[in-house]
C-alpha cells in the first residue's frame, strides 16, 4: 500500500470492519453453542441460529477479501512468474491487480442486480424470521465497495508504478510474498502479541 492519507483511511475501515466481524463471529459461536444445548436439553430453539450465519459468511468473506489484498494474503501461484525478467515480473504484477480490480466491479455489478431486486420486490426470508433480504444484502455489498475500492485504488497506483518504470518498487508491493517476507511478517505478528501481552501485565501490576 502507497503511504498516504487515503491508504491509511483505507486500511483503518478496513480493519475496523475486520475487528467488528470477528467479534461478531465469536457472538455467533457463542449463540450456536446455547442453540445446541437449548436443543438437546430443553428442546427449545431459539430459531435462525443457521439463517443468521449464512449472512455472516457471505458478510465476512466480502470484508475478507479487502483485508486479504491489503495485507497480500491472496494466494499467488508463482513458480512461473518468480523466473520471469525483472520487468516482466512487473508487467504481470501489474496485470494481476488490473484484472483483479476488473474482477471486483462485475462483482460489484452483479451484487447491485441482486440488492436491487431484493428492494424492488421487497423479498424475504421463507424463515422463521422472515427477514427482509435488503438488510443482510446491503451489509454483503458494503463489503463488496470496499474491497472494489482497495482493487482499483491499488491497481492504479501499480499502474503509474509500471509507467514510471519503478519495476522494483511495484513487484515488491504488488508481487507475491517471498519466504523471507511471509517469515518476516509471521515474526512480526508473536512480536507484537508479546508486546501487548508485556502491556497488559505491567497495567496489571500497577493497578
Given at each position: 500500500m502507497?503511504?498516504?492519507?487515503?491508504?491509511?483511511a483505507?486500511?483503518?475501515?478496513v480493519?475496523?470492519?475486520?475487528?467488528i466481524?470477528?467479534?461478531?463471529?465469536?457472538?455467533?459461536?457463542l449463540?450456536t453453542?446455547?442453540?445446541?444445548?437449548?436443543?438437546?436439553?430443553?428442546?427449545?430453539?431459539?430459531?435462525?441460529?443457521?439463517?443468521?450465519?449464512g449472512y455472516?459468511l457471505?458478510?465476512s468473506a466480502?470484508?475478507g477479501?479487502s483485508?486479504t489484498?491489503?495485507t497480500?494474503g491472496?494466494?499467488?501461484?508463482?513458480?512461473?512468474?518468480g523466473?520471469?525478467?525483472?520487468?516482466?515480473?512487473a508487467?504481470?504484477?501489474?496485470?494481476?491487480?488490473?484484472?483483479?480490480?476488473?474482477m471486483a466491479?462485475?462483482?460489484?455489478?452483479?451484487?447491485?442486480?441482486v440488492?436491487?431486486?431484493s428492494?424492488e420486490?421487497q423479498?424475504?426470508?421463507?424463515?422463521?424470521?422472515q427477514t427482509?433480504?435488503?438488510?443482510p444484502?446491503?451489509?454483503?455489498?458494503?463489503g463488496?465497495i470496499?474491497?472494489?475500492?482497495a482493487?482499483v485504488?491499488?491497481a492504479?497506483?501499480?499502474?503509474?508504478l509500471?509507467?514510471?518504470?519503478k519495476?522494483?518498487?511495484?513487484?515488491?508491493?504488488?508481487?507475491?510474498?517471498t519466504?523471507?517476507?511471509?517469515?518476516?511478517?509471521?515474526?512480526?505478528e508473536?512480536?507484537?502479541?508479546?508486546?501487548q501481552q508485556?502491556?497488559?501485565?505491567e497495567?496489571g501490576?500497577?493497578?
Amino acid at each position: 500500500m502507497p503511504e498516504n492519507l487515503f491508504s491509511r483511511a483505507l486500511t483503518r475501515l478496513v480493519d475496523t470492519l475486520v475487528i467488528i466481524v470477528g467479534w461478531w463471529l465469536v457472538a455467533l459461536s457463542l449463540l450456536t453453542c446455547v442453540e445446541m444445548v437449548t436443543r438437546k436439553v430443553f428442546s427449545f430453539s431459539l430459531q435462525g441460529i443457521d439463517e443468521v450465519g449464512g449472512y455472516t459468511l457471505a458478510v465476512s468473506a466480502a470484508i475478507g477479501y479487502s483485508y486479504t489484498l491489503i495485507t497480500r494474503g491472496h494466494t499467488r501461484i508463482d513458480f512461473m512468474v518468480g523466473k520471469l525478467p525483472f520487468k516482466a515480473r512487473a508487467v504481470f504484477n501489474c496485470l494481476a491487480m488490473v484484472t483483479l480490480a476488473a474482477m471486483a466491479l462485475f462483482c460489484i455489478s452483479r451484487a447491485w442486480v441482486v440488492l436491487s431486486e431484493s428492494i424492488e420486490f421487497q423479498s424475504r426470508a421463507t424463515t422463521p424470521l422472515q427477514t427482509p433480504m435488503w438488510i443482510p444484502q446491503s451489509i454483503w455489498f458494503f463489503g463488496w465497495i470496499v474491497f472494489a475500492v482497495a482493487c482499483v485504488y491499488l491497481a492504479g497506483h501499480s499502474l503509474l508504478l509500471l509507467v514510471k518504470g519503478k519495476h522494483e518498487a511495484l513487484n515488491k508491493a504488488y508481487g507475491p510474498q517471498t519466504l523471507e517476507e511471509e517469515i518476516e511478517s509471521e515474526a512480526g505478528e508473536v512480536l507484537e502479541q508479546v508486546r501487548q501481552q508485556n502491556a497488559l501485565k505491567e497495567a496489571g501490576a500497577q493497578s
